[in-house]
């Protein structure tokens, strides 16, 4: 098992299937990845529909966790996880085929990197109003180039991220982000800062890429 892909998910029926759809056609064969679908308590039908999707999927797996908060979410699926790298990636992104592939070449071609993040471009439903793409970055937006690069100070974006489990347990995880439905800690950012304080290298690939839906309603 090369890597497991863990995805939080709540209340997202309408687009998660999609994305589920992405892991289906990577580069890499099944065997060598797993997905790990953890419901973080929804109240709409994702349960029902994920469960049906993934049933032809031997390496697909759904898990319910109650706890709310993506951190939760999280650390549940990493919990689970059966390969030495993590990578985290949103429920609302469609993923290019060589995701998992271009993410693990990183690695194999830095072995001294702790994190690697991917491209995230914004999908729009619709054209959106023009005051909103200088603000792109908010929506998970993540361009460093058309390189390849190394640094001890990239942001990750918790839409496709992927980490060391050795270093994820080392760092204890992402930040809380949660206390009932008050947003109260940094989350994806806390667990980023937490790299650059311990000062490990972490990579950016533009070939690994996500398509974040936004919805322009």
């Given at each position: 098992?090369?890597?497991?892909?863990?995805?939080?998910?709540?209340?997202?029926?309408?687009?998660?299937?999609?994305?589920?759809?992405?892991?289906?056609?990577?580069?890499?064969?099944?065997?060598?990845?797993?997905?790990?679908?953890?419901?973080?308590?929804?109240?709409?039908?994702?349960?029902?529909?994920?469960?049906?999707?993934?049933?032809?999927?031997?390496?697909?797996?759904?898990?319910?966790?109650?706890?709310?908060?993506?951190?939760?979410?999280?650390?549940?699926?990493?919990?689970?996880?059966?390969?030495?790298?993590l990578?985290?990636?949103?429920?609302?992104?469609?993923?290019?085929?060589?995701c998992?592939?271009?993410?693990?070449?990183?690695?194999?071609?830095?072995?001294?990197?702790?994190?690697?993040?991917?491209k995230?471009?914004?999908?729009?439903?619709?054209?959106?109003?023009?005051?909103?793409?200088?603000?792109?970055?908010?929506?998970?937006k993540?361009?460093?180039?058309?390189?390849?690069?190394?640094?001890?100070?990239?942001?990750?974006?918790?839409?496709?991220?992927?980490?060391?489990?050795?270093?994820?347990?080392?760092?204890?995880?992402?930040?809380?982000?949660?206390?009932?439905?008050?947003?109260?800690?940094?989350?994806?950012?806390?667990?980023?800062?937490?790299?650059?304080?311990?000062?490990?290298?972490?990579?950016?690939?533009?070939?690994?890429?996500?398509?974040?839906?936004?919805?322009?309603?």
């Open positions: 098992m090369l890597a497991s892909i863990i995805i939080p998910t709540y209340n997202h029926a309408s687009v998660i299937l999609s994305s589920l759809e992405s892991w289906t056609h990577q580069t890499i064969n099944s065997c060598d990845f797993e997905v790990i679908i953890v419901d973080n308590n929804s109240t709409d039908e994702t349960a029902a529909l994920v469960q049906a999707f993934i049933k032809p999927y031997s390496n697909f797996h759904y898990v319910l966790e109650t706890k709310a908060g993506a951190t939760h979410a999280r650390h549940r699926g990493a919990a689970m996880a059966k390969a030495d790298i990578m985290f990636c949103d429920d609302d992104g469609l993923f290019n085929p060589s998992i592939e271009e993410i693990l070449k990183v690695y194999r071609l830095y072995p001294q990197v702790s994190a690697v993040a991917g995230i471009d914004i999908h729009w439903d619709e054209i959106p109003p023009e005051w909103i793409i200088p603000y792109e970055f908010m929506l998970g993540l361009d460093y180039g058309d390189q390849i690069i190394i640094g001890k100070d990239l942001y990750l974006n918790g839409g496709l991220f992927s980490i060391r489990k050795q270093v994820f347990e080392q760092l204890r995880g992402f930040n809380p982000d949660l206390i009932g439905s008050n947003l109260i800690g940094d989350g994806d950012t806390g667990l980023v800062i937490k790299l650059h304080k311990a000062e490990m290298l972490i990579g950016w690939t533009p070939f690994a890429i996500m398509d974040h839906l936004q919805f322009v309603n």
